[in-house]
C-alpha cells in the first residue's frame, strides 16, 4: 500500500510538471527551425508497419539478418539506407506511404542493442508486458504468435517514433562510416550509401546563432519531444533498455530521459528481465554525464553545453531513476493482479508449445532466450 501511495504522489508531480511545461511551452522563433520540427512529429508509424518491416528482414532484404546477432545499427546500415536509398527519405514516411503521422510514443534506445530486442521492447510496451526477453525469443521461434497476440489485443495501429526510421539517414550518416563499424553477423566494415542527397549536420549551414544546423535531423529530438508533449497530453517516452544497460551509456539517451521527465511526459521502462536489472543496477548509481559517450564527439560537446551544472544533473538522474522510473517499473511487474494472471496463463501456453527449446535458450542471450530467473518462473507457473 505505501509503495502503491507513493507512485500515486510521483504521478501526481509529473501531471504538475507537464501541466507547467505545457503552459510554458512556445514554438520556437525560428521559423524554418520549428517547421522542421514539426516535419519531424509527423513520421510516426504503426506497430503494424514495424512486424511487417521485421518480417521482411532476412527474407526480402538484408539476407543475413540474424535476429539474436543483428545490431540496430546493422539494420540501418543494412536495410533501412538501402531501402530508401532511390526516394532519399526517412524509412518511417515510405512505411506509412508519406501520410503525416504522429507518434503516440517516443522510444528512446541504443544503436548498439540487438535490432530483435528493440522491437521486443516496443512489443512489450504494447502489450503491457514489464520485460521483453520471452517476446525476444516469439520474434525468432514464433513470429505467427506474436503476431496473433497484437491483433487479439488490438494494438497493432498503435504508433511509434524511433530515429532509426524516423530520422532521415540520406541526409546524416549514410555516406560515411568514420568509425569503421562492422556488422555483427558479417564482420565487415559497414557500406556506405552513394546517394548524392546534401547532408545536414550540426554545424553545416545556415546555423543559428547558438551554432545549431537548421536544416539537422538529429539536433532536434529534444525540441520535438517537446513539441509533441505540449500538443498531446497522453504523449509518452518509452526507454528501451539493451541487456547491458549500455542505453545509460549513451549522452543523447540519458538527456532524453533526463527532459522527459523535467517537463513531465509520462516514462516507462522495457528491461530485457529482471535478472539483467539486479546484475546492473548498482552501476546505475554512479553515471555521470560527464562519462558518457556518443557516436560523433561533438555532440557530448553539445550535450555538455547545455547542462551548466553536471554534478546537479547527476543527482537529478539518479533521482529519476531510483525515485521515479524503477519503482513504476516494480508497480507495472507486480500490480493488477488479473493482468499478471493472464500473461502468465499465456506464457504458459507458449511453454507447453515450445517446451524444453525455449528454456534451453535462455542459457545464451545471444539465443534470444529467456534468462534463469524467468525459467524458475515458469516451473512455479503450474502452481498458479
Sequence with gaps: CAKKKNIEVLEKMRQQRWEEASAQ???????????????????GFTLEALLRFYQGLGNEYMQHFQAPVSMTEDVVRGAIIPLTRDSQEAYASMMMNRSYVRPETMVTHN?????????????????????YARIAYLLWHDFDCLCDWVNAAGVGLRTYWVCAFSINQHQ??????????????TLEVHATCGCNRAKAFNSTPPILQDGRGIQCEMNKFHDMMLYLSATDKSFRQVVAIDEEFAVFTRAWCVAEIAAASTHGLEQQLKI?????????????????????????PEDVVEILRTIPDPDAFNRQLRYILFQQLLPSWGELNTTDQMKRITSIVFWQSVADRHGAAMWIASNSSEAAGI??????????????
Design 25 to 43: 511551452w512556445k514554438a520556437h522563433e525560428h521559423a524554418e527551425w520549428h517547421a522542421k520540427i514539426v516535419e519531424l512529429a509527423g513520421r
Design 371 to 384: 534468462p534463469r530467473l524467468m525459467r524458475q518462473r515458469h516451473e512455479s507457473f503450474h502452481f498458479v
Design 272 to 296: 530485457f528481465s529482471e535478472e539483467s536489472l539486479h546484475n546492473h543496477q548498482k552501476g546505475l548509481r554512479s553515471l555521470r554525464i560527464q562519462n558518457m559517450e556518443a557516436s560523433r
Design 111 to 131: 544503436w548498439a542493442n540487438h535490432f530483435g530486442n528493440l522491437v521486443a521492447a516496443i512489443l512489450a510496451d504494447a502489450l503491457g508486458e514489464a520485460e
Design 172 to 185: 546524416g550518416i549514410c555516406g560515411s562510416n568514420p568509425n569503421r563499424t562492422v556488422d555483427a553477423v
